[in-house]
């Protein structure tokens, strides 16, 4: 697939070609709009280029602009988000059955503001979200309240194992929805183990109570806060 470049930004253009440098793409730099080849199928150009038949792709997002090249080249808009929660979350972008994108976040935040990139410069017909991990599944389910309309659960049992994109594209290619609700109540056992957890990432410091356990579970906020929080809260009860 050959993607022109027409840009006057150069260090727009660095940005560009070094996000693009090592995929399928090859580039190729526009300097004469008269005399744009017919073997560029894509063009990315800072404004719209006039009386010009090739697909053109205005830059904003440059994390999704390989998501876009490939929409508009294979004409793809029926977008589905796979979703693998864990402590690195996984995310796949297919069209029936052909995979878009992939990639990992770390963090939630990071993850979030990718979808709502991909939403608004494209859109998204359906979130589907692994049923694994609770804790992450429920954190990333109150990040993207907003599209509760297009938000899926899917049981990920007998899902395989590998890659965290590879099972996120599983999960977006999967037909069966779980009938596990969007609102999570988290069990005795389970805020028990988020418990004797807190105590093994804290070294035995401290063992967070059910309330704080609750909240990780229904994704409300981190192991990591709720350590922090549970600790200077002893600390203030013991200085008092």
Known sequence: MIVGLYLEDFSLLNKITNKLKGKEFTLRHIKDVSKISRDISIIISESKIGKCEIPQIRPENLEILELRIRCEFYSCHNLIAGIDPGGTTGLAIVCGNRV??????????????????????????????????????????????????????????????GSHTAAATRIALRKEMSETALVYKPKNGEIAWIQQESRRLSKGLVTIDKQLAHQILIGKTSMKDAIKTYTKRIRTTNSN
């Open 100 to 161: 878009l994108f992939q990639s990992v976040f770390d963090k939630i935040d990071v993850l979030f503001r990718i979808i709502e990139s991909i939403h608004s410069e494209i859109g998204i017909n359906s979130i589907k979200i692994g049923t694994g991990s609770p804790p992450e599944r429920n954190r990333i389910i109150n990040s993207l309240r907003k599209h509760s309309a297009i938000l899926q659960l899917v049981n990920e049992k007998s899902s395989g194992s």
